[in-house]
């Protein structure tokens, strides 16, 4: 497999805090860099592969481009089991220029070269599973 993070290097992102009782921005829960880079060492030891995009250094053309070109196709690629659209901006606007790897970090697995999967995304239920949880469930 291969892993491409894309994610501001600056570390400015939506960070989850509690309103009124509801996690704003559940999508990037748990996310730390100095947490997600050593477990992406760690599937790197066990001949996995992995880059690390710095989402404030695309122009918003380009993160567009990496959304619909590769995210979209995951999710196609997974059967359509899970929605990124509100993962990375609402029901109304996409996101894919603004907020995918900027605001709200953004990990597409690869496997022979085709892009399989997205983290986050939102499960039919509404929640969301997060780049922390799938990361977490493969070095576990």
Request: cysteine-free; overall charge negative.
């Amino acid at each position: 497999m291969h892993y491409k993070l894309i994610a501001p290097e600056s570390d400015q992102f939506w960070v989850p805090t509690v309103v009124e009782g509801i996690l704003t921005t559940p999508q990037n829960k748990g996310f730390d860099r100095e947490h997600i880079l050593p477990r992406l060492d760690e599937l790197q030891a066990d001949g996995h592969t992995y880059e690390v995009v710095d989402g404030d250094a695309l122009t918003p053309d380009e993160r567009g481009s990496l959304y619909s070109r590769e995210a979209f196709v995951a999710v196609r690629h997974a059967g359509n089991r899970y929605r990124i659209r509100q993962a990375f901006g609402s029901r109304r606007h996409s996101g894919g220029s603004d907020a995918f790897g900027t605001s709200v970090p953004a990990l597409i697995v690869y496997e022979n070269d085709e892009p399989v999967d997205v983290y986050p995304h939102q499960l039919a239920d509404g929640t969301y599973r997060t780049i922390r949880e799938y990361i977490d469930s493969l070095t576990s």
